[in-house]
């Protein structure tokens, strides 16, 4: 199985990269973030004649997840179980054998406000969401835009960035503990090497050809499918395209078989 993650920043915006990646690459599995868009506006037509199903959950101008699969979509919910009138940024699918949660984690906006508050609760509810649902010794893969750079190696400069709201150490505690429910960093298990980025600021000016950058984007899974990856890499070719997004795609390969 090809699994990918996005954060497309408005899939309107960047529908042509969307469906020109999709094509070039052939992922059997797509999950995006921040789709910006709510239901009723959702580009169904583009991806009709895709071959991918697909399933979608947004609100407009803000947040948004979905999900494109080259094989059939089972058992989706959207949202924590509680809450079901939650932000759009959990969605929740099983294809092929595998559950797959596609999130995308509030970003914090500044750390003494209760949006950040809000972060750090989110990660609290994800954890209970895993614990309530599922078993680390089943085939699950967590993937999506964490807002989290794990490890001084995951930005450009962990001097000065930390302390910020997707670098900070109680993100880093947070993240730590829904990790260690039984989740592996599937990225790092197949690169050590710094410098590797998925996300490039576009309020700075050369972000991107600087590479001052930080990994934000993820895909973690459960040991018993970490173990089955193959290769896992960041794809950087829909950032240097036409109106790109600020963030590019994560891939990883599993030698899986239902």
């Keep these: 199985m090809k699994i990918a993650s996005f954060n497309v920043n408005s899939l309107r915006a960047r529908l042509p990269i969307v469906l020109r990646w ?5 992922p ?3 999950c ?10 959702f580009p169904v037509e583009a991806f009709d004649n895709s071959g991918y199903e697909y399933v979608f959950k947004g609100q407009k101008s ?8 080259s094989s059939k979509i089972e058992d989706v919910h959207c949202g924590f179980n509680e809450e079901p009138k939650d932000e759009p940024r959990l969605i929740k699918v099983r294809i092929d054998g595998i559950t797959i949660v596609n999130t995308y984690v509030p970003q914090g906006y500044l750390p003494e406000s209760e949006k950040f ?3 750090l609760n989110w990660f609290e509810r994800l954890f209970d969401y895993f614990e309530r649902n599922f078993e680390p010794t089943e085939p699950l893969i967590w993937v999506g ?3 989290v750079a794990p490890e001084p190696i995951d930005v450009y400069d962990p001097v000065t960035l930390l302390g910020h709201v997707c670098f900070h150490p109680d993100v ?18 197949h690169c050590k090497e710094p410098g590797q980025y998925t996300f490039w600021d576009y309020r700075m000016r050369n972000t991107f050809k600087a590479n001052r950058g930080w ?3 993820h895909i973690m899974a459960t040991r018993p499918l970490a173990e089955k990856s193959t290769v896992c890499y960041i794809d950087k070719n829909p950032r240097i395209a036409q109106r790109p997004s600020d963030h590019t795609p994560v891939v990883a390969e599993f030698n899986w078989e239902k």
Excluded: C, P
């Excluded at 999709?22 to 052939?26: D, R, W």
């Excluded at 995006?32 to 506006?41: G, H, L, N």
């Excluded at 880093?172 to 298990?189: N, Q, T």
């Design 145 to 147: 835009d964490l807002n």
């Design 22 to 26: 999709l094509e070039e690459n052939e």
């Design 117 to 119: 508050d809000y972060k």
């Design 62 to 69: 803000y947040n948004g997840v979905a999900i494109f699969s």
């Design 172 to 189: 880093h505690k947070a993240l730590k503990k829904v990790m260690s429910w039984g989740l592996v960093d599937v990225f790092r298990m």
């Design 32 to 41: 995006v973030q921040e789709t910006k868009v709510q239901d009723a506006d």
């Design 215 to 217: 990994r934000l984007d």
């Design 28 to 30: 059997d599995v797509l």
